[in-house]
């Protein structure tokens, strides 16, 4: 990480008079020092860390702003902020929750336009590629679902993105926000992209689907609390023969994408976390589904987050005026995917 410097509190240390309604803000505006000013013509850019007057028009960094006003060197300016106020030197983090500017999340509209762009700018590892066959899909299959690897070296994901910009606004897309310099970029941790669709097989959102999964299996591709970035919201996943009036529920966008393929293209729709139904009761209500079949993980035997997650799926589909049906099967296979991937292997 580069070391990066803190305007805002060399300007305040300097004692300028700056505006106190700021707080949260890229821009923050203080009275000049360097003209008569008045009112607040100075803008402290607190991502660029750089000063500059709209009046006299007066122009730096953080150094310079000390340099200039104390009329001294910026070396010495270096030497006496280094000692007299340490916190000025931060590390840049671009999740930083204070400084950050999150845009609304864009339409789907947007969202699917600017995924379907990425995606077709990103290729599939051969480890991913692996991967996603172990897990019972067909070569057509990952094709089809366009399934990606996140782009791990920097240069190439900046060039990526900046082809993108080409076409796009990539305020209020999530997953893509400005570093401390300004260069727009995306969220990377090493994975597999997963495209989370509707209905009608737009790109609602991407799932992340890590490679370190130490901590969690899988993420939203996400910018919130990022410099111009953006928050993913629990949208719903619809996979399979949408013109279908029984369907599947299961937690995961991953895992119905491929019991949808084992079981000859099914319709499957796939709450991102067992907690997150919110969305549910519109999906379900969009579609001919006249009856549900749930096909939580088989830990809802035993884990009582699963079973109450049940319960509160079983309401949803209930209130929708939809027939509700649990699905069990040999619970020494957790996900109906597995079960699946074992009655196929074994020729069921
Ligand atoms: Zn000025």
Not at 59 to 82: D, H, N, P, R, W
Request: hydrophobic share 35%.
């Amino acid at each position: 990480m580069d070391l990066q410097y803190n305007i805002l509190e060399v300007a305040k240390y300097i004692g300028l008079n700056i505006r106190l309604d700021m707080n949260g803000k890229v821009e923050v505006e203080a009275r000049c020092p360097f003209c008569d000013d008045s009112s607040f013509h100075l803008s402290l850019n607190r991502v660029k860390n750089v000063f500059r007057c709209n009046r006299c028009k007066e122009t730096g960094g953080m150094l310079q702003l000390y340099a200039k006003i104390f009329g001294v060197t910026t070396k010495e300016a270096y030497s006496a902020l280094k000692e007299k106020l340490p916190s000025a030197f931060q590390y840049a983090h671009p999740k930083n929750q204070a400084l950050a500017n999150v845009y609304p999340t864009r339409p789907l509209e947007e969202r699917n336009a600017v995924y379907q762009r990425l995606l077709s700018l990103l290729s599939l590892s051969d480890i991913h590629l692996r991967n996603l066959r172990k897990r019972g899909l067909s070569n057509e299959a990952i094709q089809r679902n366009c399934y990606r690897s996140v782009p791990l070296v920097t240069e190439v994901r900046q060039s990526i993105v900046k082809k993108l910009l080409d076409e796009f606004k990539l305020y209020g897309i999530p997953g893509f926000y400005t570093d401390y310099n300004g260069t727009w970029d995306m969220y990377c941790k090493s994975g597999i992209l997963i495209p989370v669709r509707n209905a009608a097989k737009k790109i609602q959102g991407l799932q992340l689907r890590l490679d370190d999964t130490s901590n969690r299996k899988y993420r939203w591709l996400s910018s919130n609390y990022f410099q111009n970035g953006a928050k993913a919201e629990p949208w719903v996943h619809v996979t399979g023969n949408i013109h279908s009036t029984s369907a599947y529920i299961t937690e995961g966008p991953l895992k119905a994408d491929v019991a949808s393929h084992l079981s000859g293209d099914r319709l499957f729709i796939a709450i991102p976390g067992i907690n997150c139904t919110e969305r549910l009761p519109d999906v379900l209500k969009s579609m001919s589904i006249i009856r549900v079949a749930e096909a939580l993980d088989m830990d809802k035997l035993v884990k009582p987050e699963v079973s109450k997650a049940v319960e509160t799926i079983r309401n949803i589909v209930q209130s929708c005026g939809i027939e509700y049906v649990p699905f069990k099967w040999d619970s020494q296979y957790k996900g109906i995917d597995d079960y699946l991937c074992f009655k196929m292997a074994a020729g069921q």
